[in-house]
């Protein structure tokens, strides 16, 4: 085994530095899914395993959570890790960060991409420099990288969400959702199904806005005020991100609303208890964060060292969570959302 090695580097400052241009467009070329990007460099099997995580921001506590389970996994394989990653997110604001590692040498490269495709040209690059690239939480095009970790289908994630709202505001009235950007990949899809979701077997709800707090907190949180202010019927909000659902909840919580318009959608268990035990939010879901890393090191490390290529029906083994397959297009499903309540918060610490 070897030691791991944990660096965190992230700012303006750093992209000055190295000196890296930010330039992006849409995918030129990629390989498909499965493909190890040719050339030679830090991803030829056999070398050490030296992985770079890259998150949509840095200072996001549900990031911080996954980079956490990411780094757990790099030291029980014995390699190297290193976090690196923007103050914002935004569509081209990772490309710096994909750009030096593949300039270092990084055998393996974990991103959750800002936007599907103006990172594609970079992650080319980096593939065609021998580093394999695993997107986890929210992916890239296809053709733009080797593997995608899956939280859960959009498809689950979507009705979860729909059957928690529906059954706190008992199945009628408006309700709003509270996203992170909107060029986000998975809150878009995830998004276009809970309209299906409410279309298909909710009439009696009305969905009356979609607002962006681009993962920020003290946007989501003014977001969160105006919806109230401009929908005075509203009975519920969704927010399928960490960041906005606990944002949204800290302003219920000292408002005239507590308890009267009910919110749901995705956060951690750490960040929510309060406004669980206070009656806040009566429920709300969400995957473990720190399996998704750790899971997707372990698949980086798999395509690193040449046990598999990315190809659909490709198996290996990811620790603790056992034996994982990677389906079509490249994807490896973590597995089912989680519904958190009061019976159950206090189990859990992330």
Excluded: H
Excluded at 106 to 125: F, H, Q, Y
Excluded at 323 to 342: I, K, M, N, Q, R
């Amino acid at each position: 085994m070897f030691g791991m090695k944990r660096a965190r580097r992230g700012g303006v400052a750093v992209a000055l530095a190295l000196g890296v241009a930010l330039t992006a467009a849409g995918c030129a070329g990629g390989g498909s899914a499965g493909g190890d990007g040719g050339g030679a460099g830090g991803g030829d099997a056999g070398g050490d395993v030296s992985i770079v995580m890259l998150p949509k921001n840095l200072g996001n506590p549900y990031f911080d959570t996954s980079t956490g389970g990411a780094e757990e996994a790099v030291a029980e394989i014995g390699g190297t890790f290193e976090e690196v990653g923007p103050s914002e997110a935004s569509p081209t604001s990772q490309v710096q960060y994909i750009q030096t590692a593949a300039q270092q040498g990084a055998g393996g490269l974990i991103v959750s991409a800002n936007d599907p495709s103006a990172i594609c040209d970079a992650l080319d690059e980096a593939r065609g420099a021998g580093v394999k690239v695993v997107t986890f939480d929210s992916d890239t095009n296809v053709e733009c990288r080797d593997l995608f970790i899956n939280q859960a289908t959009s498809e689950g994630i979507a009705r979860v969400q729909v059957e928690l709202i529906a059954e706190q505001i008992g199945g009628e009235g408006q309700i709003a959702i509270l996203s992170a950007s909107a060029n986000a990949t998975n809150q878009n899809a995830w998004i276009e199904l809970m309209e299906e979701e409410l279309a298909a077997s909710y009439p009696d709800i009305e969905l009356v806005e979609v607002a962006y707090g681009d993962d920020d907190d003290q946007t989501s949180f003014d977001k969160t005020a105006a919806l109230l202010q401009t929908y005075p019927e509203l009975k519920g909000i969704v927010s399928p991100t960490t960041v906005g659902i606990a944002a949204a909840a800290r302003y219920l919580s000292t408002s005239e609303y507590q308890g009267t318009v009910a919110l749901t959608g995705l956060g951690t268990p750490n960040q929510m208890r309060e406004y669980v035990e206070d009656g806040t939010v009566t429920a709300f879901a969400l995957w473990n964060p720190a399996d998704l890393g750790y899971l997707a090191a372990f698949a980086t490390a798999a395509l690193i060292n040449g046990e598999i290529t990315g190809a659909e029906g490709d198996t290996f083994e990811a620790g603790k969570l056992g034996s994982y397959e990677v389906g079509p297009d490249g994807t490896v499903l973590l597995g089912d959302p989680f519904v958190f309540d009061a019976d159950n918060i206090a189990d859990f610490d992330f």
